[in-house]
């Protein structure tokens, strides 16, 4: 059984700082991609950020310059820093990650539950 488990949301004023991370865990024999998602009250789900098994990053328009991506491979772990928030940042942030099961043939995709990130004064 594989799980994703997000940290690092919380409350942060505008101009403000957080670093989400997202630790995978389990039977995993390889990990390919790893993004963040997030989801706004009344919005679909957008891609925020990905980043590639090389390490190449990815970012939507609206984050780049503010937030970085990066990887730890030896944690199975995937980190979003996320500076200069702005209010419309405000959502739940999902980690996302393409992975190979031990066992398995197929790369599938897994989620976390997400973590809740408000940028409010």
């Known amino acids: 059984q594989v799980q994703l488990v997000e940290s690092g949301g919380g409350l942060v004023q505008p101009g403000g700082s957080l670093r989400l991370s997202c630790a995978a865990s389990?039977?995993?024999?390889?990990?390919?991609?790893m993004g963040w998602y997030r989801q706004a009250p009344g919005k679909q789900r957008e891609l925020v950020a990905v980043?590639?098994?090389?390490?190449?990053?990815n970012y939507v328009d609206s984050v780049k310059g503010r937030f970085t991506i990066s990887r730890d491979d030896a944690k199975r772990t995937v980190y979003l820093q996320m500076n200069s928030l702005k209010p419309e940042d405000t959502a739940v942030y999902y980690c996302q990650s393409r992975l190979l099961v031990l066992g398995s043939v197929k790369w599938s995709d897994y989620w976390g539950k997400g973590t809740l990130v408000t940028v409010s004064s």
């Open positions: 389990g039977s995993i024999f390889s990990i390919n991609a």
């Open positions: 980043i590639t098994s090389g390490g190449s990053p």
